[in-house]
Structure formats: C-alpha cells, structure tokens
C-alpha cells in the first residue's frame, strides 16, 4: 500500500533561517510521482512541484530545493533564508504513474517563521 | 481574473439539503478534480474527469455526484447534505503531461452542514 508521512506535525523557527520539511513514502510501484504543495493561512493550495521516481536529480527553484533519494524514500523540502510568507502548511504527496486519480496526501507540516 | 474560480466560497446548509458546488476554468485543461479536506488532514479526492465525457470515482465518491457541464466547468453536488461532509472542498485542474507538469488549485469552498 501507498502512504505518505510527514513526521514534523508543527516547526517554528526564526526568519531568514534554513529549514527542512522531510517526507517519507511507501509504496511498491517502481514508477511514482512525488508532489510538494503549499497552503496559506488563507486556504489556498498551490502546486510546487512534481518529480518522477526516475529522476532522482534533486531540484532548485529560488529559495526552495527537493533532495530526492530513493535509498531512503525520502523527498526532502528545504527552504533556504526563510521569510514570513513562508508560513503555511506545507504537503508532502505521492502517486503511481499515470494515476492522477490516486494521489496520497500526507498529513502535512505546519511551518511558522517567526520575525 | 484566477484560472480556476469556485462559488460559492462559503456555504452554510441543512441536513437534508440538495447543494451544488461550481468550478470554472480558463486554463483549457482536459483533467478536472474535487477534493476535500477535513481538519488536520490531506486532500481526499471525490471524483475526477479526464474529459467531459469521462467521469470517474475517487476515493470518497459515496454520497457526491458530479457534472462535467464543458470542458471548462465541472460541478460536484451533494445530493441530501449531512454533518460529515462538513469541509474544506478544492476544485483542481491539470495537465501533468505538459512539460511544466502543473495542478492549479481553485481558492476553495467551505461548507457547514448543520
């Protein structure tokens, strides 16, 4: 079975400090997709990325980078030099290729940057 | 104007009570979603549709209907409301084939059944 754990359930730390949301997943398939999404204290959800299981290349977009390793099911999302708009609850989510329609949540972490 | 919009955005209602959610896209997607969540917890998905003349059941499908009105549009009703479907719902489109690989959420629609 499929599932996805975000361990962190709450983190707090000090602006412009680094920080690390971890997620770890299950799962038997050998071809899987791997989502991080992001949720503002207003609600909305907003798509950061997807990465397939065959490229374990890890990912660089501005201040947020993706470790993706598949020796310990793990896709790591580290946000660098962090900043109040940063706060959200942030998740981790997995799906077996080509089915859009299984895509398992975890259960998120909250992240709070504190000024 | 946001690629996908939902109406409403808040709704309260009784047990009972026949409701209909909307959602509306200008992203020309094929593949639409509706997902909720509860508190404390991820997205579940209700149904999907891959084309309007594809519906499929999600996880949770059991007490929803959905319409694929146009492949901009896709409505989710629930057909005699009660307490546990008392949530936070998402519209989403996708075109994860495209290379930009991206879901483009709507802001959400909060319901209370009382």
């Known amino acids: 079975a499929q599932k996805v754990t975000q361990a962190q359930t709450e983190i707090s730390v000090v602006e412009k400090e680094d920080v690390t949301l971890d997620c770890v997943y299950e799962t038997r398939d050998t071809t899987y997709y791997l989502f991080w999404y992001k949720q503002p204290p207003s609600g909305e959800l907003v798509f950061l990325i997807r990465?397939?299981?065959?490229?374990?290349q890890n990912e660089i977009s501005g201040r947020y980078s993706w470790n993706f390793q598949k020796s310990t099911s793990s896709f790591n999302f580290t946000i660098t030099a962090s900043q109040v708009v940063d706060s959200a609850v942030y998740f981790c989510?997995?799906?077996?290729?080509?089915?859009?329609?299984?895509?398992?949540f975890g259960k998120g972490t909250r992240l709070h940057i504190l000024p | 104007d946001a690629d996908v919009t939902q109406t409403p955005r808040n709704r309260i209602t009784k047990t009972g009570k026949r409701i209909m959610l909307e959602c509306s896209q200008t992203?020309?997607?094929?593949?639409m979603y509706w997902y909720r969540q509860d508190p404390g917890l991820g997205l579940r998905l209700i149904y999907y549709?891959?084309?309007?003349?594809?519906?499929n059941k999600g996880e949770i499908s059991d007490g929803y209907s959905v319409s694929r009105q146009a492949q901009a549009k896709f409505s989710l009703s629930l057909e005699s409301a009660i307490p546990n479907q008392t949530a936070l719902y998402f519209c989403a489109t996708s075109d994860l084939r495209a290379p930009e690989e991206t879901q483009y959420f709507g802001p959400g629609t909060r319901l209370l059944v009382l």
């Open positions: 992203k020309g997607h094929d593949r």
């Open positions: 989510a997995l799906s077996e290729a080509g089915r859009d329609d299984k895509i398992i």
């Open positions: 990465r397939n299981s065959f490229d374990e």
């Open positions: 549709s891959f084309d309007v003349k594809d519906i």
